[in-house]
């Protein structure tokens, strides 16, 4: 029985509910429709921070995401992909970190695929990294995330330390933005693999639209 | 620097964001206007369990809250209250625990002040319990939830094991539900008092609506 004049002895049971995941889609019932995520002012990305392990970005911008209004923080990589989708990996996940008035952490992760070409924003972080320039990049992403974005809606953590959890997670897995071989080889040789290890699911449910 | 082939030295940081809180009004701003929480599907309690701290009742009925549809689970009783406004306990806290779709936890927790007559659905669990009744209560408790609900919005953690953080807090302190003298002092002569410590408040932003 719980002992309230025993608090300091209550088990602390965190560390159940982490991020990221691999995900098997046949487990799933996929429901038609998108993830409800509606940016309501562009994202504008600012100071280019290196914080050793990936390129950070200071952002502005709002979105409302399954009902409430949430603002965007910031941006940053990792490669290869931290979500494992059917036992694959993609070159690059990005993830946009948003916030709402209460302190609830919602990351729209966007999972980047192979493209022929360099992508051209990404390459401009680059370009501005290698100059070591400090001026902010005020670059408009708003046309990274999809019109129609759909993928998976789950509830983990952050996936470094502090490693929070009851963040809120949209993977899209539709996003207007491929990377190529040579952006991928840039960003692994300055930074090398910066994705954390996979985490149980402990039961956890997840959406899928598609 | 984050070092990701060492990932089970990163520190953990959980524990900062815990329930229950104290709160003063007179630093923060109220907003006109009612917590944004909408009964769906009538509130029911079923089955009424002792479990040595507090009488729990399992429950069904659904709920908008904050934009996302959430299922109602369970009802329980601390007295006195866990949270405390401007300084003051009220008799007794009552938490409804809801759950959504993704496992995002909301409670709604009723901050119940002393009324003069004994409050006639709760009277109903208590002989329940005294009888030992193992017939469900089935009690509608649709109005216990006023219809224009003001108090406070915050994030933070169940008060007890596992003690999960991400919970989001509804602190409703206009409930159609007051408590007598008698039916407090039979509550603790069973139970004792079941309230957790205060929690620090760690920098977190709370929404007060009047």
New interface residues.
């Given amino acids: 029985?719980?002992d309230?004049n025993q608090?300091d002895k209550?088990?602390?049971?965190?560390?159940?509910?982490q991020s990221p995941i691999k995900i098997d889609t046949s487990k799933l019932s996929a429901k038609r429709g998108q993830l409800n995520y509606h940016v309501l002012e562009d994202y504008r990305l600012k100071q280019e921070i290196d914080?050793?392990?990936t390129i950070r970005l200071t952002g502005s911008g709002s979105a409302e995401i399954?009902?409430?209004n949430f603002e965007f923080q910031q941006a940053h990589f990792h490669s290869p992909s931290e979500h494992v989708i059917n036992g694959r990996r993609c070159p690059l996940e990005i993830h946009m970190v948003h916030k709402n008035?209460?302190?609830?952490l919602c990351v729209v992760a966007l999972l980047v695929e192979h493209g022929e070409t360099p992508n051209a924003p990404f390459q401009k972080i680059i370009d501005n990294y290698e100059k070591g320039e400090t001026e902010p990049v005020d670059l408009n992403i708003k046309d990274w995330a999809p019109w129609y974005p759909v993928g998976f809606?789950?509830?983990g953590s952050l996936t470094?330390?502090?490693?929070?959890?009851?963040?809120?997670w949209l993977l899209v897995s539709n996003p207007d933005f491929t990377v190529s071989d040579d952006q991928v080889e840039w960003f692994r040789k300055h930074f090398?693999?910066?994705?954390?290890?996979l985490q149980p699911l402990n039961g956890?449910?997840?959406?899928f639209y598609k």
């Fill in positions: 029985m719980l309230y608090q209550w088990p602390n049971g965190f560390g159940e509910l914080d050793g392990t399954f009902g409430r008035v209460i302190g609830q809606h789950y509830l470094t330390p502090p490693l929070t959890e009851g963040v809120e090398g693999k910066d994705d954390r290890k956890r449910s997840i959406e």
